[in-house]
């Protein structure tokens, strides 16, 4: 009879265990199509847009869900160490640390954790450089990375890392041209 309860106590401790390991480690992705400008050039994005930035992405972000129960719809707020200010449509310099709302949000859930992103646009990683095409955002008093991964151009990495479709790849070339950076 000991040996039962002993060995049931010791599944249960087993399953718990599991479930707690999975639940930290499991990581489900998805995907809210959306609609968005696609920008011809560095130009046409710089045009539709209140600041042009470069920035390095630190690790702080907090997830905005809205709606009942969130499941997948929200923003998330990162703070980002501006670098250099490009372009400036506004009445204000921007502090050395700005905050901007990307078009993603990060979910607990019961199991693991939830990050859906909207269209083809990929979360900022932490200590990368980025030049962000922003618009003000009158709903959340912040600025909005414009136009979904069309606002965002990633210094670090490789065009093919980001690169969805033949436009966003030659956006890519025309920024980092534009504004002289490789």
């Known amino acids: 009879m000991n040996k039962k309860l002993l060995f049931g106590c010791l599944t249960i401790v087993l399953l718990i265990s599991g479930f707690l390991i999975a639940d930290r480690s499991m990581v489900n992705e998805g995907r809210i199509e959306a ?5 011809e050039n560095a130009e046409e994005a710089a045009a539709a847009s209140d600041l042009v930035l470069e920035v390095r992405a630190t690790e702080r972000s ?3 869900e809205e709606g009942e129960n969130g499941f ?13 200010v490009l372009e400036n449509k506004t009445n204000e310099d921007p502090d050395s640390m700005l905050t901007v709302a990307e078009p993603f949000v990060e979910s607990e859930r019961i199991i693991g954790k939830e990050v859906t ?8 990683k932490h200590d990368d450089t980025y030049i ?10 912040n600025y909005w990375i414009n136009s979904l991964e069309q606002g965002q151009i990633p210094l670090d990495k490789q065009e093919s890392e980001y690169a969805t479709t033949e436009q966003y790849e ?3 070339t025309s920024v ?7």
């Open 35 to 39: 609609e968005n400008v696609l920008f």
């Open 62 to 64: 907090t997830s905005i």
């Open 117 to 124: 992103t909207y269209g083809n646009y990929t979360p900022l």
């Open 132 to 141: 962000l095409f922003l618009d003000w955002g009158e709903n959340i008093q």
């Open 72 to 84: 997948g719809i929200g923003h998330t707020l990162t703070d980002v160490e501006v670098l250099n």
């Open 176 to 182: 980092k041209e534009a504004y002289s950076v490789d």
């Open 170 to 172: 030659s956006l890519i």
